[in-house]
C-alpha cells in the first residue's frame, strides 16, 4: 500500500485558477454557490461577477441563465454596472449568451424517475459541448431550483447527485467557473436552504443578506445606519482559501456597495421568496 504514495516533491500541484479576484473571486473548473434571501440582490451580484470576469478575460464569453428576471431588467443593470468599468453593454452582450424569463426553455439537467435521480443526457452534452465551441469560462445558474424536477432539497442524496454529478462534473468538463444561486431558508442569515451537501460541495460558497438591527421603537429590522444601499456579503465555505482575495471581505469588513439604491430603508426581516 505504502508504494501508492509519494514523496511531497514527488506530487505534481494541481492548478487552481481563481477568477474574479477585482470583485468576487470564483474557483474556475468547480462549481461555487451564492446564497441569500429572496430580493437581497443575489441576481445582480452574480451579474457584475460575470461582467467582472469579462473584463479580467477578454477572450472568453459567458453564460448566464436568469430564469427570474426579464430581459429588460438585464439590461437595465448592465447598464449600471458597466457605468465606471472599461467594458461597454454591447460588450457584454455580444459575448454572453443568456436564457432569461422571456426565452427560458425550462429544460433541466436532472430529474426524478420513481427514487432513482437521472440525468438529461442530450442536455448535459449539448451544454458542454456548446461550452468548448463558444469559449465559455463563467456560467450562472439562477436559481438552483430551476435546474432540476421531483429533487428533493433537503434529501442529501438527491442533492449529492444534483451538485456532484451536474454542476461539478458541467464545471470540469467545461473548465468554466458555475455560480449556483440559491435561497436561503427563512430567518437563516448564513447557510443555503436545504440539505448542507449544498453548500459542503461547493469549492467556496458566499452569502449575501441586508445589515440589519433591531429598531427600538417599532420593533422591525432595519438597515444598519451606513448600509441603506449595501449588503454584508460573508464566507460560508472556502476550500482553497479563495476568498483572501476578496477585497469587500477583507478591506471592508464584508461591506458590498450595489449599484443601485436599496428602498425602502426600514425592510422586514422575512423577505419574500
Same mark, same amino acid.
Request: hydrophobic letters at 35%; charged letters at 30%; glycine letters at 8%.
Given at each position: 500500500?505504502?508504494?501508492?504514495?509519494?514523496?511531497?516533491?514527488?506530487? &505534481?500541484?494541481?492548478?487552481? *485558477?481563481?477568477?474574479?479576484?477585482?470583485?468576487?473571486?470564483?474557483?474556475?473548473?468547480?462549481?461555487?454557490?451564492?446564497?441569500?434571501?429572496?430580493?437581497?440582490?443575489?441576481?445582480?451580484?452574480?451579474?457584475?461577477?460575470?461582467?467582472?470576469?469579462? *473584463?479580467?478575460?477578454?477572450?472568453?464569453?459567458?453564460?448566464?441563465?436568469?430564469?427570474?428576471? =426579464?430581459? =429588460?431588467?438585464? #439590461? #437595465?443593470?448592465?447598464?449600471?454596472?458597466?457605468?465606471?468599468?472599461?467594458?461597454?453593454? *454591447?460588450?457584454?452582450?455580444?459575448?454572453?449568451?443568456?436564457? =432569461?424569463?422571456?426565452?427560458?426553455?425550462?429544460?433541466?439537467?436532472?430529474?426524478?424517475?420513481?427514487?432513482?435521480?437521472?440525468?438529461?443526457?442530450?442536455?448535459?452534452?449539448?451544454?458542454?459541448?456548446?461550452?468548448?465551441?463558444?469559449?465559455?469560462?463563467?456560467?450562472?445558474?439562477?436559481?438552483? &431550483?430551476?435546474?432540476?424536477?421531483?429533487?428533493?432539497?433537503?434529501?442529501?442524496?438527491?442533492?449529492?447527485?444534483?451538485?456532484?454529478?451536474?454542476?461539478?462534473?458541467?464545471?470540469? #468538463?467545461?473548465?468554466?467557473?458555475?455560480?449556483?444561486?440559491?435561497?436561503?431558508? /427563512?430567518?437563516?442569515?448564513?447557510?443555503?436552504?436545504?440539505?448542507?451537501?449544498?453548500?459542503?460541495?461547493?469549492?467556496?460558497?458566499?452569502?449575501?443578506?441586508?445589515?440589519?438591527?433591531?429598531?427600538?421603537?417599532?420593533?422591525?429590522?432595519?438597515?444598519?445606519?451606513?448600509? &441603506?444601499?449595501?449588503?454584508?456579503?460573508?464566507?460560508? /465555505?472556502?476550500?482553497?482559501?479563495?476568498?483572501?482575495?476578496?477585497?469587500?471581505?477583507?478591506?471592508?469588513?464584508?461591506?458590498?456597495?450595489?449599484?443601485?439604491?436599496?428602498?425602502?430603508?426600514?425592510?422586514?426581516?422575512?423577505? *419574500?421568496?
Amino acid at each position: 500500500m505504502i508504494n501508492d504514495f509519494k514523496r511531497i516533491n514527488e506530487i &505534481e500541484n494541481i492548478n487552481v *485558477e481563481i477568477v474574479g479576484k477585482d470583485y468576487i473571486p470564483v474557483h474556475r473548473g468547480n462549481y461555487n454557490i451564492l446564497s441569500g434571501a429572496g430580493g437581497v440582490g443575489k441576481s445582480l451580484i452574480a451579474l457584475k461577477m460575470l461582467i467582472h470576469f469579462l *473584463e479580467e478575460k477578454p477572450n472568453e464569453q459567458a453564460v448566464a441563465i436568469f430564469s427570474e428576471d =426579464t430581459r =429588460t431588467q438585464i #439590461e #437595465e443593470r448592465v447598464a449600471s454596472i458597466v457605468k465606471y468599468m472599461r467594458i461597454t453593454s *454591447e460588450e457584454v452582450f455580444k459575448r454572453t449568451f443568456f436564457k =432569461t424569463l422571456d426565452n427560458d426553455d425550462g429544460r433541466v439537467f436532472a430529474m426524478k424517475d420513481g427514487r432513482n435521480c437521472i440525468e438529461d443526457y442530450e442536455y448535459f452534452s449539448s451544454f458542454v459541448v456548446n461550452a468548448r465551441i463558444h469559449k465559455i469560462g463563467f456560467i450562472i445558474l439562477d436559481p438552483l &431550483e430551476r435546474f432540476h424536477t421531483g429533487l428533493s432539497e433537503n434529501d442529501e442524496g438527491d442533492m449529492k447527485f444534483l451538485v456532484t454529478s451536474i454542476f461539478q462534473r458541467l464545471a470540469k #468538463e467545461t473548465g468554466t467557473a458555475i455560480v449556483v444561486l440559491h435561497h436561503t431558508a /427563512k430567518g437563516d442569515k448564513s447557510g443555503a436552504r436545504g440539505s448542507g451537501v449544498i453548500t459542503n460541495k461547493g469549492r467556496v460558497a458566499y452569502n449575501v443578506r441586508r445589515n440589519t438591527v433591531t429598531d427600538k421603537d417599532s420593533g422591525l429590522e432595519v438597515n444598519r445606519d451606513g448600509w &441603506e444601499t449595501s449588503v454584508l456579503l460573508t464566507t460560508i /465555505k472556502d476550500n482553497h482559501y479563495v476568498s483572501r482575495y476578496c477585497n469587500a471581505i477583507n478591506l471592508f469588513d464584508g461591506k458590498l456597495e450595489l449599484p443601485i439604491s436599496i428602498e425602502p430603508r426600514v425592510v422586514e426581516v422575512e423577505y *419574500e421568496m
